[in-house]
Structure formats: structure tokens, C-alpha cells
């Protein structure tokens, strides 16, 4: 199990989003709030329990065109964008593929 002090811990991420033919690249700041759990499944039953997925909180979401990234975000989605963004199936996968590589080493901060 985690440790609990790694709750809070800030993260980043990237999507690759398409909005009618116009590819964007989404860079998604968020804090995993609850690294969660792997289900116990043997034992006596009542030590058994499911598996619990992680929990994590949207911050920031920046984008930028794909084909320019260099040039740095376009804008930062706020309001009613944030929400559909931060609620986006590319954006919640991006997200998860990157809270189940772990939390950061010491070596990161």
C-alpha cells in the first residue's frame, strides 16, 4: 500500500484531442487524491474486499495545436470547456495510464 503522505501529490499528463479535424494536445495538471487499492480475494471472506480505483482532481488543463507545441499553450480551458475536457474519455485515460506508473521518485521533486 501507499504511503499516505503521497496523497495530494501533483502530476502531469498529455491528450491528444480532435475537435472536428483540428487536433490539439491537451496538457492536463491534476493531484492524485487517493493512489487506491488491489481487491484482496483469498482468505477468510471477511478480509476479502474489491479493488478500489484511484481518485485524482483536475487542476489545469492547457492546450495547444499539434502541430506547433513548441510555441507553447494556446490558452487554458476554463469554465464550462474545463468541465467537458477534464470529463473527456482521452483525458481521463491519459490520466490513469499515468497515476498506474506510480507516484514520482524523490529524484523527480
Known amino acids: 500500500m501507499l504511503n499516505r503522505r503521497l496523497r495530494g ?3 502531469s499528463a498529455s491528450a491528444c484531442l480532435d ?3 483540428a487536433y490539439f494536445i491537451a496538457d492536463i495538471d491534476f493531484r492524485v487524491t487517493y493512489w487506491g487499492c488491489d481487491a484482496q480475494t483469498y482468505g477468510p471472506p471477511e478480509r476479502c474486499f474489491p479493488a478500489e ?7 489545469a488543463i492547457f492546450l495547444h495545436e499539434d502541430r506547433a ?15 467537458v475536457l477534464a470529463g473527456c474519455d482521452a483525458v481521463t485515460e491519459a490520466i490513469m495510464e499515468k497515476i498506474a506508473e506510480g507516484p514520482p521518485s524523490r529524484d523527480d521533486y
Open 69 to 83: 507545441p513548441a510555441l507553447g499553450p494556446m490558452f487554458e480551458a476554463t469554465g464550462s470547456l474545463f468541465d
Open 53 to 59: 480505483a484511484p481518485e485524482y482532481e483536475v487542476d
Open 19 to 21: 475537435f472536428m479535424g
Open 9 to 11: 501529490t501533483s502530476m
